[in-house]
Structure formats: C-alpha cells, structure tokens
C-alpha cells in the first residue's frame, strides 16, 4: 500500500492554512477536471486531489493523518474510533467524499468518494453505531451534513441562464444502520449573470439527518468552463481581434462577435497594436439589470505575402511619410549621452 502525501498533492507546505489549502484545491480540480481536461491520467490527478482535499480540509481527519500519515499501520487501529465519531455527529458512512463534481455537459455525478486504500487504512469504509451500556443502539437528534459540489457551465449558460439536470449517487444510513446507495435527480436552475466560483444553495438536498434532525444543505460551486472567445474577469469579457495596418492608420468599423450576436466596434484612426477599446454593457449581466464590458484589444497584422501593386504602395508610403516610430528613442538615448 502506497503512502498518500496530501500536502505534496495539492503544492501546500504542513503548515498551510485552511484558506491557502482551498484556494490550491479548487486550482488543481479546475486543472484536472474531466470536464476541462482530457489528458490520460487526469481523472486519476483528480481523484487524489479530491481525496487530498477531503483529509486536510477537516481539521480532525487531517490532525490524525500528521500523526499516523506515514505509519499508516498504526493509524489502522483509529478507525473504529472515526466510525463512531462519524455516527454520533451523523456524518454518514466514511470513505465518502463530501464533495462532489458534475459535468457541464448532462450533468453526470463523479463520484470523488472512490478513496484510495491508504485512506481507508486510516479513516475506514464503513459506518457504525454507538452502543447502549445496557446493549442495543441509540441514535441522537443530529443536523444532516451540507455537500458541497461543484457544478462547470459554459458561458452562454450564466449570460442567458439556464437549467441543469443533475444525477448523482449518495449513501445514507437506514433506519438500522446500515449505508446504502441511493441515487437523487435534482433539476438546477442557474441564474442569469452568476459568477465563477459563486456558490448556489439548494435547501434540504444534503445528507439526511440523525434521529429529528434536519437534512443538509447542497451547495453548488460554480464553475465556468474556459471559452475560446473571451477570457472571463468577473462579469467583464476579453477578447483580441486583429486588424491591418490600414485598419489602424485610418480608422475602420469592424464586427466583433458577443455571446448574443454580432456588434461593430469603431476603431479610432492611429490606433496602435495593443490598444484597448470597450463595448459597454456587452458582458455578463448584473443581477440588477446592468451588465459588464468587453474589453477588445487591438492586434495590427501585418499581411505575409505582398502583390506587386501592394508592395508599390507600400513603397510610395515610405517615400510620402515623414513618420518616424523610432524618434522618441533617439531622443530618450541622446539625452543620456
């Protein structure tokens, strides 16, 4: 059985806070999501990043983890121990995973509760009571724990809104204490404008509680895929277009393409390579009505291959101009002779 370095995994020092180690978990599952990222072995880079996740981000799994992390052996001998705990804070069974995953396209459930043996070695599969002295079971009134998910849609997803189906399996304790798998389908209506990395509750669909208790909560991380178009910054798009020379010496109106069409972007006679223009209320929009900006950064091309008539032109521009781009240089340097 292989030792399981959390800390190597997700890049943190032993001594990372709780923040440093979540801020490098949601960078490395957006990196190896099986949504995002199709290289060969990156489901596997995913399931250790989760199980990593699921140890340090729990401040009792990760204190017994330090102290038997490497001689995992002994660290055997504490599962009975986390069984219990787990059933009387009405955790559910161990060896499960918090955290869910589900794909922008129909939504499938990765399960990130496939733990590795090393894991289980420490924390155990299974879930138990906690027995009467006078024999039997009791159970106390406990809340239901809150999943946490994360959900990947596109962009056209959070400009228009949308609906998404989600399936996943979950495991819950029956009324003898006894895990078994059960499978939910909830229909998820995603706001129009929501930003990457906003959470989405959804009351009542974590785990069942204990006894009375209230079941959890459902909380949806969202996450929104990587769009060849535009790069995301908030509710603002960033996008390149390219341009000629004549382009930018004389001024064009040129289509730029949004999410919800195609617009005209003027461009200012002299614009240099680039510059930075804005199509205002253009973005992703606000919950109260408005919404951001593209930014266009201009990218002036010049054309490879030149045909006698342009070559000529280019030729009689170069005797007509007086433009010197490497003025101010010299200026700057005979200063500093």
Do not use: C
Not at 146 to 156: N, P, Q
Not at 206 to 218: E, I, Q, T
Request: hydrophobic fraction near 30%; charge should be positive; glycine fraction near 12%.
């Amino acid at each position: 059985m292989e030792y399981q370095d959390y800390y190597k995994i997700l890049g943190v020092s032993k001594n990372a806070s709780q923040e440093e180690i979540q801020r490098a978990y949601r960078k490395l599952a957006r990196k190896y999501h099986p949504d995002v990222n199709k290289d060969k072995g990156a489901e596997e880079q995913f399931k250790k990043i989760n199980e990593a996740n699921e140890v340090l981000k729990d401040p009792e799994k990760r204190k017994l983890y330090d102290a038997y992390g490497k001689d995992w052996q002994h660290g055997a001998q504490q599962q009975q121990y986390w069984q219990d705990r787990n059933f009387s804070q009405g955790k559910g069974p161990t060896g499960y995973s918090r955290t869910f995953h589900f794909g922008g396209g129909d939504g499938s459930f990765e399960d990130a509760g496939e733990f590795s043996d090393f894991f289980n070695s420490l924390f155990g599969r299974g879930f138990s009571g906690r027995q009467r002295s006078g024999g039997g079971f009791y159970t106390e009134d406990m809340p239901g724990q809150s999943h946490e998910a994360e959900l990947t849609v596109s962009l056209s997803d959070v400009y228009h809104g949308a609906s998404k189906t989600i399936s996943f399996q979950t495991y819950e304790a029956d009324g003898s204490g006894q895990v078994r798998p059960s499978t939910k389908t909830l229909q998820v209506r995603i706001p129009k404008g929501v930003t990457d990395g906003s959470v989405i509750r959804l009351g009542g669909q974590g785990r069942k509680g204990v006894g009375r208790g209230a079941p959890g909560d459902l909380l949806l991380r969202i996450n929104i895929a990587p769009d060849p178009r535009f790069k995301i910054d908030g509710h603002n798009l960033h996008t390149t277009v390219a341009i000629s020379p004549w382009e930018a010496a004389l001024g064009a109106k040129i289509p730029i393409q949004t999410i919800d069409g195609t617009v005209t972007l003027t461009v200012p006679k002299g614009s240099q390579n680039g510059r930075k223009l804005r199509l205002r209320g253009k973005g992703i929009p606000r919950s109260k009505g408005s919404a951001g900006d593209i930014i266009v950064a201009l990218e002036v091309k010049m054309p490879e291959h030149l045909s006698r008539d342009e070559e000529k032109l280019f030729k009689e521009l170069a005797k007509q101009s007086r433009f010197n781009p490497r003025e101010k240089f010299y200026q700057r340097a005979g200063n500093h002779v």
